[in-house]
């Protein structure tokens, strides 16, 4: 059984901060690549951030250039700095991590930018 709990959404303004935190538990032996998706009001699930056990990166338009995925192994947790918030960036943050080619997905952050 694996579980996966983000934390770190919340309300913030336009132009701040915010650091999700995604934690991966239970019958884990490695965790291949974890990443960030989004849902965003009107719109289907998307991909935000991935990144790879080795550290290897890949963002999509929606996070490149104001958010920064990284993850520390030792922890099972992987991280999402995000920065320059706008009103387009509120949905709800969704966890990933890939376990022995089986996607494992937490049940979401909310996020919500105020103009």
């Known amino acids: 059984q694996v579980q996966v709990v983000e934390s770190g959404g919340g309300l913030v303004q336009t132009g701040g901060s915010l650091r999700l935190s995604c934690v991966v538990s239970?019958?884990?032996?490695?965790?291949?690549?974890m990443g960030w998706y989004r849902r965003v009001p009107g719109k289907q699930r998307e991909r935000v951030a991935i990144?790879?056990?080795?550290?290897?990166?890949n963002y999509t338009d929606s996070g490149k250039g104001r958010f920064t995925i990284s993850r520390d192994n030792a922890k099972n947790t992987v991280y999402l700095q995000m920065t320059n918030l706008k009103p387009e960036d509120t949905g709800v943050y969704y966890c990933?991590?890939?376990?022995?080619?089986?996607?494992?997905w937490g049940k979401g952050t909310l996020v919500t930018v105020s103009s």
């Open positions: 990933i991590a890939t376990i022995w080619g089986n996607d494992h």
């Open positions: 990144i790879t056990s080795g550290g290897g990166t």
């Open positions: 239970g019958s884990i032996l490695t965790i291949d690549a």
